[in-house]
């Protein structure tokens, strides 16, 4: 389909952006980005090209005979190429795949399938725990952007509490495992992971699901587009809604907590201005609400928890471990809006794309700082963030025998953070307790540049080799101070609903902790990947690369010795890897090694202390990673599909000492030494054109710890555990309707999904536990 150059075209284009310059698309995977065969003949071929591929990376049999695997077209060396023939570590999963299957209710689901990855949840649909190959980050501060990158529709989200989103009406969803300094840029030692929404088209088309499960779970999903002028303009909107009720039951309130509602929408309006130039315009939002305490105290034991002298112990659950008891009615309120600008332009052979986003993060909460029914501490948390990014890239065409790519990229980001503690005087509150305050406030502004390059050349059909390298600077700045009482005073609430702003403490206030600080950082990164083609079905390449996470501050200290900078963190990685398509299509196998050297890390160290948990974010000195990576996917007879990955992971800290004491041997954080995952379906046909789909998973994990310092204590670790799901699916012989009944972790099995060392005089542990089993029905229809 050609693009048509009208005067309306223009007209249109001037109305919904402004007169923005032409020159654009985004800091992340380039989804709609020019195909080789159409790169020589402008982007009116490649916006047929385009759509042709989309709807195949969304369809697991639009690009196959009936017997072979399909090959999915990725972006993840920002050219539009199948994911078997990129020299790297990727996987993906399709859109067609999240809806059949039920995952992405959270973003952090899709880590699940992935080999030495995780991305644990913990308080309902908030903020996963990024963790790929050993590299992720603990720390819950908004200004600790996580070193595995999230991109949401091309964008980076440098804000780790924003990629707790939903996943719906998606194309598909790419994770890259390993650094990716050169292309991907900022905070990426750890890998990267781009979600591509469904982007319009001008053919009308659209889907909704209903699901309802275990607990009144409760999600509509939904989707509709296609042309509003032809061949011109082209819309589509997506929206989500989950309400869930509270898997846990309070032993100090009798009600049940965690019940949550989760809502998002995206508006995308696609413009083909002229015969060279389309523009993308999407806008998205989401309000997310939790209410309820979700984490639970133990002891040694199994549902032990005990407390320090003075503090009225012990509290065994009644009804499980899973419940809870606390005594402050738990609030957490996020709400996300953005918008982005993707445009991109054909000047003869060369391509010319950029991206101009915003976007804007919220979040107010309530919290009891100890979980338990006790007054010993609660919080409050009014915190947001904004941040801009513009990228510009120009591409050659990927069919030369030299291609390459040039872009720049700028960030900017402002942080207003105020967090208050405190134990209020009730009468719950033990009598060795006084009455406490503390508020920490801070403001961060960051500023980032970078100018990047990568090239491939072909030697000849057999021997390629692909260079990159990357310049980033950036300047944080930070003004912070901490408030509190001096300990010879206790405080005195004068307002006691509104107990966490200044004015409502009466007695005498100091600052215990501050800092005024301004600092740049700058560094080269750069990666080489030698390739060799043994014939068009395997090949075999090894890759050196470096990474790079931007230093920082702590902005939790609890008093002037907390207060510290951040210096940045190193990462070099080797890696051998093979990818083969065998047996004419029906089997896809991919295998790699690999060994990382990882510089200054930054570390989040949890210690207990009178006052509670004590965080200490630091560098340590330097870790080491060696790995391997299987991954199989494969048809083994007619309508059976299998997927198999097994995952191993050896991790060391080489150098960990500081005043607490030495560390060093200690493994990385969630870094199981052994994970696995099968997936598998298999259609029955019923003889009419309908089927029915058995379809099943499960994941394994050995041993893994939570902290980087304490590795002896159990609670604060999570032995080797088995999660198992199934689904039974009915398809009539249009293809247009499927319903589905499951069930998620079908052996109830217990697992803590996050723990913290015990709270403000709790010698136990504080636990957040992973969903118990849950059973559920849907229904999808396609239109």
Do not use: C
């Amino acid at each position: 389909m050609q693009f048509q150059q009208k005067p309306l075209a223009r007209l249109i284009f001037q109305v919904l952006f402004g007169g923005v310059s032409l020159v654009g698309v985004a800091h992340g995977a380039e989804t709609e980005s020019v195909s080789t065969a159409a790169q020589t003949t402008g982007t009116a071929q490649s916006a047929a090209v385009t759509q042709a591929d989309s709807a195949k990376s969304d369809d697991s049999n639009a690009d196959a005979k009936p017997n072979q695997l399909n090959s999915v077209v990725v972006t993840a060396n920002r050219r539009k190429e199948r994911v078997q023939k990129v020299p790297s570590a990727v996987s993906v999963i399709s859109g067609k795949d999240l809806i059949d299957s039920g995952v992405g209710k959270t973003a952090g689901e899709i880590i699940q399938s992935i080999p030495n990855a995780s991305a644990a949840t913990s308080g309902g649909h908030t903020r996963p725990r990024w963790w790929i190959r050993g590299v992720g980050t603990g720390t819950q501060g908004l200004d600790s952007p996580s070193p595995v990158a999230i991109y949401q529709d091309d964008v980076y989200l440098n804000n780790a509490a924003a990629t707790g989103f939903p996943l719906f009406d998606q194309d598909r969803v790419e994770v890259l495992r390993g650094p990716q300094g050169t292309l991907w840029g900022k905070n990426t030692t750890g890998g990267a992971v781009n979600f591509l929404s469904k982007r319009p088209s001008f053919d009308n088309s659209g889907y909704a699901k209903l699901d309802y499960g275990s607990f009144n779970d409760k999600t509509i999903q939904a989707a509709y587009g296609g042309s509003v002028i032809d061949d011109t303009l082209a819309s589509r909107v997506s929206f989500y809604r989950e309400s869930r009720d509270g898997t846990d039951r309070n032993g100090y309130s009798g009600q049940k907590e965690g019940g949550f509602t989760d809502t998002a929408g995206r508006f995308q309006f696609l413009a083909h201005v002229t015969d060279n130039t389309e523009a993308l315009l999407n806008l998205h939002f989401r309000d997310y609400t939790i209410n309820g305490t979700t984490a639970t105290v133990i002891g040694t034991g199994k549902n032990g928890a005990y407390w320090s002298t003075g503090i009225p112990a012990p509290y065994i659950p009644s009804t499980g471990s899973d419940d809870v008891n606390a005594n402050v009615d738990a609030t957490n309120t996020i709400h996300q809006e953005g918008a982005s600008l993707n445009i991109k332009s054909q000047f003869e052979r060369l391509e010319l794309t950029s991206i101009t986003a915003f976007e804007k993060y919220s979040n107010e909460s309530i919290t009891d700082g100890d979980n338990t029914p006790v007054e010993l501490s609660r919080g409050h948390t009014d915190a947001s963030t904004h941040q801009f990014t513009q990228e510009f890239r120009l591409a050659s065409p990927k069919s030369d025998q030299l291609s390459w790519v040039l872009g720049t990229h700028y960030f900017s980001e402002g942080i207003d953070s105020d967090t208050a503690a405190a134990t209020l005087p009730v009468a719950a509150k033990p009598s060795n307790r006084a009455t406490a305050y503390n508020d920490v406030v801070f403001n961060q502004v960051t500023d980032s540049y970078a100018v990047f390059g990568s090239t491939t050349f072909k030697f000849n059909e057999q021997f390629w080799l692909t260079g990159g390298l990357r310049w980033s600077t950036e300047k944080k700045s930070i003004d912070l101070n901490r408030w509190t009482n001096p300990a010879a005073v206790p405080a005195q609430f004068s307002n006691q609903p509104d107990w966490w702003l200044l004015s409502s403490v009466s007695s005498p206030l100091v600052i215990n902790a501050t800092q005024d600080a301004t600092n740049r950082w700058s560094d080269w990164t750069y990666d080489l990947t030698p390739e060799y083609h043994f014939s068009d079905t395997a090949r075999v390449y090894a890759k050196v690369a470096t990474g790079f996470r931007g230093g920082g501050y702590n902005s939790a200290p609890t008093s002037q010795a907390g207060v510290n900078v951040l210096s940045p963190e190193h990462l070099l990685s080797y890696e051998l890897g093979f990818k083969s398509e065998l047996l004419d299509g029906r089997v896809n196998l991919n295998a790699n090694v690999f060994t990382y050297d990882y510089k200054d890390m930054q570390i989040n160290a949890v210690i207990p202390s009178p006052t509670g948990a004590l965080s200490q974010l630091r560098n340590a000195a330097r870790g080491k990673a060696k790995g391997a990576e299987l991954e199989v996917e494969a048809l083994p007879i007619q309508n059976w599909h299998l997927k198999a990955n097994l995952g191993w992971l050896d991790t060391r800290f080489k150098d960990f000492k500081d005043a607490s004491g030495d560390y060093s041997g200690n493994k990385f954080v969630r870094s199981p030494e052994w994970t696995s995952s099968l997936s598998s379906e298999y259609d029955i046909p019923l003889g009419n054109g309908s089927k029915i789909k058995l379809a099943g998973d499960a994941r394994y994990q050995s041993k893994f710890y939570f902290y980087a310092n304490n590795q002896t204590d159990p609670n604060l670790a999570q032995n080797a555990y088995v999660l198992g799901n199934a689904r039974i699916s009915f398809i009539p012989a249009n293809n247009k309707f499927t319903l589905t009944a499951y069930v998620n972790n079908i052996t109830d099995k217990q697992y803590k999904q996050h723990t913290l060392p015990g709270t403000s005089g709790a010698t136990g542990s504080t636990v957040w536990w992973g969903d118990p089993r849950t059973f559920g029905v849907s229904a999808t229809t396609k239109f």
